[in-house]
């Protein structure tokens, strides 16, 4: 039986503003128990400011749930993280230049 690889995240994050769930469909990478969403619009994006509101989200990929946090990753901080997920992005759709968060699960 082959084990299905999603090209896609769904992530939800509840609304800084509004207090209400919103799901978005993203691309993301794996590295060493994250996920790792990159956004286009930085900070400007909608999800990344609830997750900086509220870093609780829920997310499934692959035919799994999770819950847990979210964060921005700060590359002057953790360059060595930074370069890594922007490598992973670069190579599974030729594209790295936004806003890297991350997702753990709990």
């Given at each position: 039986m082959t084990t299905y690889k999603s090209e896609f995240l769904y992530v939800t994050t509840t609304g800084h503003k509004t207090g209400t769930p919103h799901e978005?469909?993203?691309?993301?990478?794996?590295?060493?128990?994250?996920?790792?969403?990159?956004?286009?619009?930085r900070e400007r994006t909608h999800w990344v400011q609830n997750i900086q509101h509220n870093p609780v989200v829920t997310f499934w990929v692959?035919?799994?749930?999770?819950?847990?946090?979210?964060?921005?990753?700060?590359?002057?901080?953790?360059?060595?993280?930074?370069?890594?997920?922007?490598?992973?992005?670069?190579?599974?759709y030729n594209w790295s230049d936004g806003l890297l968060v991350e997702l753990r699960p709990d």
């Open positions: 978005i469909e993203i691309w993301f990478c794996e590295h060493e128990g994250g996920y790792y969403l990159c956004a286009e619009h692959n035919e799994q749930t999770y819950k847990g946090r979210g964060r921005v990753i700060d590359p002057a901080a953790e360059p060595e993280l930074a370069k890594a997920v922007s490598g992973l992005f670069d190579a599974k």
